[in-house]
C-alpha cells in the first residue's frame, strides 16, 4: 500500500505548479462589474484574449505591447460584441487584466498548499507577465509573457503540430539569456524531433496530394495548407538566425574572457549549444525546399487528374465522329469541331537569302579557312588581355606565399592559410585584394587541377598554367568545401576549404 502512495504522490509539487497558473484566469472570472448598459463582463475570457495578445506579440517579435495597445485591441475586437463601453473604459478592463497576471509592486503570485509527497506546506510563486522595457518620458510599461504564461497559452490549445518549433525557439532564448546551458541542450534537442517529425509529415502530404487531388477545390485546399507551413518556416528561419547570432555573441564574450572554471565549462556548452542548433537549422531549413517542390507537385497532380478526368469523359464517337456524321455541318463548322485534334501546321520554305550565306567550298565539305574560337592569346591587345596579364602576375604571387604557408604538409584548411598570410606584411596586403579570393573559386571551381599537354595557344591563356608553372613540384592541386564562412577583410566573406598538394613520387 506504502509503495502505491509514494507512485501516486510523486511529482505532486510539479502538478500542483501547472494548476496554479490557473488562478488568475479564475480571479479575474469572480469579478463582478458590469458595462454601460448593465451587461454583465465576461472577465474570463476577456483575460484568456489578453494572454493570447501577448502570446501573438511574442510570435510577431513585437518588443513593445503596452496598456495602451491591449485596450485598442479589445476595443477593436469588441465593435460589435457584448461589451458595451467607451475608449476609457476598454483601457481600464485592460488595466486590471494586467494587474491580476502581474501585482503592480512587482510581487510575483503565491499559492500555498500542502506537498503530500513530502508531508509539509509548501509555497509555489510565479507571475504571468513582466516588465520587458519601459519610457519614463511617458510613463509607459512594456510587457510581455513569462515563462509561466508561455506554459498556460501552452495548456489552453495543443500547438505540438503546428507551433512546437516556434515555442521551443522563445524557450531556448529565455534559457539562453538565464544562462540556463542543461535546459537550452534540451531544447535544441526536441527541436531536432519537431523538424524530423515535420520532415516525416511532409513525405505524408507528398502522397496524399498525389493521390487525393482530384479537383480545383482540392488543390486549392491544399496549396493554402503548403503556403500556411512555409509562411510558418519562413518566420522560424528569421528566429533560428537571430538564435544563432545571440549564440555566436554570448560565446565570443566567453572566449575573450579569462575567467574561473565555471566559465570555462559554460563556455565548453555553448560551443556544443552552436553546433547542434547549427545542424537542427540545416535540418529545418531544408523544409523550405520540400514546400516549394510540393507546391510544383500539387499543381502538376492537379493537371494530370483533370487530364485522365477528361480523358475519362471523352467520347470521340459520341462526341466528334456522330456529331460530323449525323448533322448536316457545312465546311467551316466542320473546321471548328475537328481543329482542337489536329497538330500544328508545319510549312517548310526556303529563304533566298541563303544563297548569300557562307559557302562550303573545301574538300570533304569544310571550308579550308575555317575559323576556331579559342583562349586570347597573350600577344593581343586590348583590355581583356591587360586584365589577364595582370591576374596571372597575381595568381603566381600567391601561390609563392602558398607554397611557403604550406611548406612539407599535404593538407592544410583555407583558414589556416589565411592565418598564416595574416601574420605575414606581403600576406595580409594578398588578403585584401579580391585576386585571392578569385583565386579560390577558380580552384574550386576547376578541382582537380593536373597538368595537362595543351597546345602553346591554350597554355598561354589560361590562368591555371600560372599557378601551376609557380608549383612545379606538384602533380594535382584540389580543393573541397569545408564548413564555417571566413571573412579575413572586412570587404569579403568565402567560405572555408580544404587545400591538398599531391607530389610528383611523393616528393616533399
Known amino acids: 500500500m506504502n509503495g502505491m502512495l509514494n507512485d501516486l504522490t510523486s511529482g505532486y509539487r510539479e502538478r500542483v505548479n501547472r494548476l496554479a497558473i490557473f488562478d488568475p484566469l479564475y480571479e479575474l472570472e469572480r469579478k463582478v462589474s458590469k458595462d454601460k448598459e448593465g451587461n454583465p463582463i465576461d472577465w474570463f475570457s476577456l483575460g484568456l484574449l489578453a494572454l493570447l495578445f501577448f502570446f501573438e506579440s511574442m510570435l510577431t517579435r513585437r518588443k513593445k505591447t503596452s496598456v495602451q495597445d491591449l485596450a485598442e485591441y ?3 475586437l469588441n465593435m460589435d460584441g457584448p461589451v458595451k463601453t467607451n475608449q476609457e473604459g476598454f483601457y481600464k478592463i ?7 497576471f502581474r501585482d503592480a509592486s512587482g510581487k510575483k503570485k503565491a499559492r500555498s498548499f500542502y506537498n503530500w509527497e513530502t508531508r509539509q506546506y509548501e509555497h509555489i510563486y510565479y507571475s504571468l507577465l513582466e516588465v520587458r522595457d519601459s519610457d519614463l518620458w511617458q510613463n509607459i510599461q512594456y510587457y510581455r509573457l513569462t515563462e509561466r504564461g508561455l506554459e498556460l497559452v501552452f495548456a489552453t490549445k495543443e500547438y505540438f503540430s503546428e507551433f512546437h518549433i516556434s515555442i521551443n525557439q522563445l524557450l531556448l532564448r529565455k534559457q539562453l539569456e538565464k544562462g540556463e546551458l542543461n535546459g537550452a541542450m534540451r531544447e535544441i534537442d526536441e527541436m ?5 517529425e515535420l520532415h516525416r509529415k511532409m513525405e505524408q502530404l507528398n502522397h496524399e496530394v498525389q493521390r487525393n487531388i482530384i479537383s480545383h477545390e482540392t488543390q486549392d485546399r491544399y496549396l493554402k495548407m503548403l503556403d500556411d507551413t512555409h509562411s510558418r518556416l519562413v518566420r522560424e528561419h528569421e528566429e533560428f538566425k537571430e538564435l544563432r547570432s545571440f549564440v555566436v555573441e554570448t560565446k565570443t564574450r566567453y572566449e575573450y574572457e579569462n575567467g574561473s572554471e565555471k566559465e570555462h565549462r559554460a563556455y565548453s556548452q555553448l560551443v556544443r549549444i552552436s553546433r547542434n542548433l547549427e545542424e537542427v537549422h540545416n535540418l529545418h531549413h531544408t523544409l523550405l525546399d520540400k514546400t516549394i517542390t510540393l507546391k510544383r507537385a500539387a499543381m502538376q497532380a492537379a493537371r494530370e487528374s483533370l487530364y485522365h478526368a477528361g480523358l475519362t469523359a471523352f467520347n470521340f464517337n459520341q462526341d466528334v465522329t456522330s456529331r460530323v456524321v449525323t448533322s448536316p455541318l ?28 557562307p559557302q562550303q567550298t573545301g574538300p570533304g565539305g569544310e571550308t579550308e579557312n575555317q575559323e576556331v574560337k579559342n583562349f586570347l ?27 611557403e604557408a604550406v611548406g612539407s604538409k599535404e593538407t592544410l584548411t583555407l583558414a589556416e592559410i589565411i592565418e598564416i598570410l595574416g601574420q605575414r606584411k606581403d600576406g595580409a596586403d594578398m588578403l585584401s ?6 583565386f579560390w573559386l577558380l580552384m574550386h571551381q576547376r578541382s582537380p587541377v593536373t597538368r595537362v599537354n595543351n597546345t602553346e595557344e591554350d597554355r598561354a591563356g589560361h590562368l591555371l598554367e600560372a599557378i601551376l ?3 612545379p613540384e606538384a602533380e594535382e592541386l584540389s580543393v573541397s568545401e569545408k564548413s564555417g564562412i571566413l571573412r579575413p577583410h572586412p570587404r569579403y566573406e568565402i567560405q572555408n576549404m580544404t587545400f591538398t598538394v599531391r607530389r610528383k613520387n611523393n616528393a616533399i
Do not use: M
Not at 531536432?192 to 524530423?196: D, I, Y
Not at 592569346?377 to 604571387?397: I, K, M, S
Not at 585584394?433 to 578569385?438: Q, V
Open 74 to 76: 479589445i476595443h477593436q
Open 94 to 100: 485592460a488595466r486590471e487584466i494586467v494587474d491580476t
Open 192 to 196: 531536432r524531433v519537431a523538424v524530423e
Open 330 to 357: 457545312p465546311p467551316e463548322a466542320l473546321t471548328g469541331i475537328l481543329r482542337p485534334f489536329l497538330g500544328p501546321r508545319l510549312a517548310k520554305t526556303w529563304s533566298p537569302l541563303e544563297i548569300f550565306a
Open 377 to 403: 592569346n597573350p600577344e593581343e591587345t586590348g583590355e581583356d588581355t591587360g586584365f589577364l596579364y595582370r591576374q596571372q602576375n597575381n595568381f603566381r604571387a600567391l601561390t609563392g606565399l602558398l607554397r
Open 433 to 438: 585584394r579580391r585576386s585571392f579570393y578569385d
Open 469 to 471: 608553372s609557380a608549383w
